[in-house]
């Protein structure tokens, strides 16, 4: 079994600057909405593709599960359960699908691998994200869900109004998501017309 790298408080204290979240899925690239997120160590690349080694344990996995007694239809029917292809110390590969999103795990490399590659953190973060494939991470990234505006159709960061002020959308738009901007023109218009 491959060894992970040894995540210890001082290392995270050293580098807590580079503190990101990743969402882990379930299952390796199968992306949905209900991926938990997870702390990594960046160490190469930028927001849309990097490699980061992972500081949280995913946790309960089928395993945890198993080993506390529960039949495999339970563990099944847990919407708890977490990745076990990755383990607290190992080096993630993450892409995000656009700015407003959190990454993706994409790939997982075990510690043992990245000392293989290089002596330093850096280096090893670098050979591992040299390996990636562009392509192939934009592929994924076209499979990976994200918020987008229900007017527009573009990838849009959340943001917070009062609801009597939501409610100056209108009735079409009450029960969606808009970007700042269609906002802004749905209720510049109807403050002008007395809507």
């Known amino acids: 079994m491959s060894d992970p790298i040894d995540v210890t408080r001082v290392l995270v ?3 807590k600057d580079r503190i990101v979240k990743v969402l882990i899925p379930k299952d390796l690239r199968r992306f949905d ?3 938990p997120g997870h702390r990594a160590l960046h160490f190469a690349g930028d927001g849309r593709l990097g ?4 500081i949280t344990r995913p946790e309960p996995t089928r395993a945890d599960l198993e080993a506390e007694g529960l039949s495999s239809e339970e563990i099944a029917a847990n919407d ?3 990745a076990d292809y990755v383990r607290m110390g190992d080096w993630v590969v993450y892409a995000a699908p656009n700015e407003y999103t959190n990454p993706y795990v994409i790939d997982v490399r075990s510690g043992s691998a990245g000392r293989k590659l290089a002596t330093t953190l850096e280096g090893q973060a670098q050979a591992i994200l040299a390996s990636v494939r562009s392509d192939w991470a934009d592929e994924l990234r076209r499979q990976m869900p994200f918020v987008s505006c229900a ?3 573009k990838a849009c960061a959340l943001f917070h109004v009062s609801n009597d002020e939501w409610a100056r959308v209108g009735p079409r738009w009450l029960k969606t998501v808009l970007c700042r901007d269609c906002y802004d023109a749905l209720t510049s218009t109807r403050s002008r017309h007395g809507a």
């Open 33 to 35: 909405s209900h991926c």
């Open 80 to 82: 708890m359960v977490e």
């Open 13 to 15: 204290e050293r580098h």
């Open 51 to 54: 490699v980061g080694l992972l």
């Open 151 to 153: 007017r527009c159709q």
